[in-house]
Every structure is written in C-alpha cells, then in structure tokens.
Nanobody
Framework: QVQLVESGGGLVQAGGSLRLSCAAS????????MGWFRQAPGKEREFVAA???????LYTDSVKGRFTISRDNAKNTVYLQMNSLKPEDTAVYCC?????????????????WGQGTQVTVSS
C-alpha cells in the first residue's frame, strides 16, 4: 500500500509558477512509476505528466515546455514544476503511483492516488 499526499497548489496569476509536490509513504517509492493528472470542473480527468522508475518522462502536448516532472527517491517525493501558467491549467491536480517500471498516460494503469490539490490560474 502507498499513501500519496499532494501539496503546493494555490491561486496564481497567468504567467506565474507553482511547484506541486507529492509525498509517498508506505512501500518503497522507487518501485513505482509516477504520474500527475488533472481534472477541471465538468471535464474528465486528463493526463499531465509522468516519470518512470528510471527517470524517463512523458508530457501531454499542452504542457510541454512549461511543466517539468521530477522525482527524488531519497525524499519519496515527485514534483511538478509548472511555469507560464494559463487559466486553462486550472484544475485539481492529483498524483498517482503505478506498480511498474514504465509510466503510462492512462489513469486506469495506476494503482494508488492522492486526494489532489487545487490549482487556480487567474487571467
């Protein structure tokens, strides 16, 4: 079992930055590929970024060049650095853990989920 707790969300103006953190407890963090997903009101959950156990990354097209996912296995934490934020980035952001080497863009492939943190970008 893995428990995931997100932090770092908040209200920011367009063009600003936030760094989300996801702290994991329980089983060995390095055993999991990790992902970030978001869900805006009235919309389905969508993939944002993911990182494999080996550090290879995936991004959805709308955040490429603006967001960076990273992980610190010593701290059992995965991060999402978000720069040049846009109002359309407004959503609840959740991290997820997948019991596999490689990450995935599909939420169905993930085994554990955090509760989420709200990100609101004002125009």
């Amino acid at each position: 079992q893995v428990q995931l707790v997100e932090s770092g969300g908040g209200l920011v103006q367009a063009g600003g930055s936030l760094r989300l953190s996801c702290a994991a407890s329980g089983r060995t963090f390095r055993s999991y590929a990790m992902g970030w997903f978001r869900q805006a009101p009235g919309k389905e959950r969508e993939f944002v970024a993911a990182i494999s156990r080996g550090g290879s990354t995936l991004y959805t097209d709308s955040v490429k060049g603006r967001f960076t996912i990273s992980r610190d296995n010593a701290k059992n934490t995965v991060y999402l650095q978000m720069n040049s934020l846009k109002p359309e980035d407004t959503a609840v952001y959740c991290c997820a853990a997948r019991s596999a080497y490689y990450s995935s863009t599909s939420p169905r492939e993930y085994d554990y989920w955090g509760q989420g943190t709200q990100v609101t970008v004002s125009s």
